[in-house]
């Protein structure tokens, strides 16, 4: 079962998903990542970077190979103890953003056909991140954010929005639970009771 928990940045959306996780399972696996690149782990000092297990939960990162650890976990799990854990992407959209922050770095100067080059590429790679959470069986919840509207002049910030704005409306047509933050506040807008309406 796929679950999404959305809003704007500093909403409190990590914070209700631990504690969705803490009431849904007996066991945690988060997949974390720093909000921003070059920051600390997602809500948590530097933990991101490694392993931590802390009893029944465990930490990894959530970096290049995140699709490749969603596919590993569900392949590895034993089906009776996966039906009392719950499994964490901590975020998608902090995922995407370090994705961008690591291409972009590779070379200062940019073209046309570079831009498009590295875009194909991180295309890519979202869609081997959301095929994962979209395959995944099991209990899976999924962090990100809204995508504010504005005036972009970026090319990459342009990208980056209209990706994960596509990336969050796949995920949340195929979710069984959806919950958006507002200062904390949590309201619940797709579950198996309530449809969400277009």
Not at 60 to 80: G, H, Q, T, V
Request: charged fraction near 25%; aromatic fraction near 6%.
């Amino acid at each position: 079962m796929l679950w999404i928990v959305t809003g704007g940045i500093g909403s409190g959306k990590s914070a209700f998903a631990e504690a969705w996780a803490a009431a849904h399972g007996r066991e945690a696996i988060k997949l974390a990542c720093p909000p921003w690149p070059g920051a600390c782990g997602a809500g948590e000092e530097g933990e991101a970077a490694g392993s931590a297990n802390r009893g029944r939960r465990t930490l990894l990162p959530a970096d290049r190979a995140l699709a490749e650890r969603l596919n590993r976990i569900n392949l590895l799990s034993n089906p009776f103890r996966a039906s009392d854990r719950v499994v964490i992407v901590d975020s998608l959209s902090g995922w995407l953003r370090q994705a961008v922050e690591e291409i972009r770095s590779v070379s200062p100067e940019e073209t046309e056909e570079t831009f498009r080059l590295r875009t194909a590429k991180l295309e890519a790679a979202l869609r081997e991140v959301v095929g994962a959470l979209l395959g995944f069986e099991g209990r899976l919840l999924v962090v990100t954010e809204d995508t504010p509207g504005g005036l972009a002049r970026d090319p990459w910030e342009r990208w980056y929005l209209r990706e994960l704005s596509g990336a969050n409306r796949r995920l949340s047509d195929a979710c069984d639970g959806l919950h958006h933050l507002v200062a904390g506040v949590a309201t619940e807008l797709k579950s198996p009771r309530k449809k969400l309406k277009n």
